[in-house]
């Protein structure tokens, strides 16, 4: 059976495998025409596009027919040749007129300045900025009605941390042959205690009882050098430790300041030697056992001279008196002089009589800043029973003031650790190489057995000291004491719309229940009903474990360090 002849496709062609060179006029005219070969109609007109095809392997030469397009390869050998491609003039108009290119700028103006796209774009704009002012007036709102911020106050340096005093060279380093190059390698450790000051000496000539004989400008030569003093300050001053010199006349003598038949000379000596210590780049002074002082005046000369070169610059000045009265008489003669005394001396096991102390001492000096420490050199361990050394490293690292510990306070360190030893001066217990050959001093005592121990009191004092040095309501924060049961001594300490912390400490020997409202702060926002724990002085309490104020238990001689967020 004959097939229906095949209708030729526009895109169909038809090319005999032959050398265009083979053809004739006549062939020509007859594939034109719809010959033999006639696979397409004459009335239809097509484009004819030359590909040149790519020398393609064999196996990749286009074969058929199959993308709907019959292609023929001209050129008879293995080589490709011209492969002409007919393409229907209808579908490529079709094409054509399928791709948009968009308006043109006539049309698009055109469309632009139609009435209803006017109104639109007023519309819009209309509603940004009403928008944008309705944003302004809010946040105006906003920064009216909020609280304002309290006006930081003014804090140097030693505002910011404690002071650590080291009175005698050679006990601190535990030998016999301590100097001023020596404690060079303790700064490290110093700088580990984040202590903001270093009180050190004195460390100047002293002939005992002998004014000619002393010279306060000048190293005493077992110590070093005038070199050696400048290299250690250059390298503290690195590790961000300032040093206070101790200039008290003297030191060796029965009276720190000699005769009072001659406080003249005395005075000449120390306004030249402060001269020469301040442009020596130290950065402050202490002077001891100012009670003896015939004309206490002095102090406000040497502060003026102090501050004359710098408001950065400090004067220390320390008594052995616990009279309130008498430490307010020397309060009254230099503004900003830092004083160390004894007042809190005599430890108590009740709360309530620390708290009196306190708060008597806060408002009698009309809550100016402050020093905090037991007495003008010595030990805390001179004063206050082991029991209640970790209670008074927390109580004086969190009341408002700048807490001032002597060496081995951080330790534990006992005045009569040693034997033979003077009892202001005892050996620093660093390592096994500073203990006793009696055995009467445990290797936990020393600096090396108690650096990695969490439960230890330097591990305590560290932490201490870093938290007061970085939180705003422990560095210049308010002070309020609250009301609580007998043995317990509590309050807070809060700045602005800082974070707030609660101290709560048993002086006694038994175990306490503090029972602490919102009602106790009458002035401030209210204490929560929980609060998270921060640290104890005792171990077996989780950290950061929240904790019940109306019903907050103490074991004996524990103190508690807790905060809570502020509420507007």
Known sequence: M?????????????????????????????????????????????DLKEVELNELEPEKQPMNAASGAAVAVAGGGEKNGLVKIKVAEDDAEAEAAAKFTGLSKEELLKVAGSPGWVRTRWALLLLFWLGWLGMLAGAVIIIVQAPRCRELPVQRWWHKGALYRIGDLKAFQGSNSGNLAGLKQHLDYLSSLKVKGLVLGPIHKNQEDDV??????????????????????????????????????????????????????????????????????????????????????????????????????????GTDSSNLQQILSLLENAKDLLLTNSYLSRPSSSGEHVKVLITQYLNATDNRWCSWSLSQAGLLTSFVPTQLLRLYHLLLFTLPGTPVFS???????????????????????????????????????????????????????????????????????????????????????????????????????MGLTARLRASDLPSIPSLPGKADLLLSTQSGREEGASLELENLKLDPHEGLLLRFPYVA
């Open 2 to 46: 004959d097939s229906e002849p095949h209708e030729p496709s526009t895109r169909d062609l038809s090319i005999p495998r032959q050398p265009p060179s083979a053809l004739s006029g006549a062939d020509v005219q007859g594939y034109n025409a719809g010959g033999d070969s006639g696979t397409m109609s004459h009335d239809t007109e097509v």
């Open 212 to 317: 000619a004989g002393t010279d306060l400008e000048q190293i005493d030569p077992t110590l070093g050098s005038k070199e050696d003093f400048d290299s250690f300050l250059q390298l503290a001053k690195k590790k961000s430790i300032r040093v206070i010199l101790d200039l008290t006349p003297n030191y060796r003598g029965q009276n720190p300041w000699f005769l009072p038949t001659q406080v003249d000379i005395v005075a000449t000596k120390m306004e030249a030697a402060l001269r020469f210590w301040l442009e020596a780049n130290v950065d402050g002074f202490q002077v001891q056992s100012v009670e003896n002082l015939t004309d206490v005046s002095l102090l406000a000369q040497w502060q003026n001279i102090t501050k004359s070169f710098s408001e950065d610059r400090l004067l220390i000045a």
């Open 407 to 509: 060496y081995g306070d951080e330790i534990g360190l006992q005045a009569a650790a040693l034997p033979g030893q003077p009892v202001e001066a005892p050996v620093m217990l660093w390592n096994e190489s500073s203990l006793p050959q009696s055995g009467s001093v445990s290797i936990n005592m020393t600096v090396k057995g108690q650096h990695d121990h969490p439960g230890s009191l330097l591990s305590l004092f560290r932490r201490l000291s870093d938290q007061r040095g970085k939180e705003r309501s422990l560095l210049h924060g308010d002070f309020h004491p609250l009301p609580s049961s007998s043995g317990l001594f509590s309050y807070i300490r809060h700045w602005d719309q800082n974070e707030r912390f609660l101290v709560v400490l048993n002086f006694g020997d």
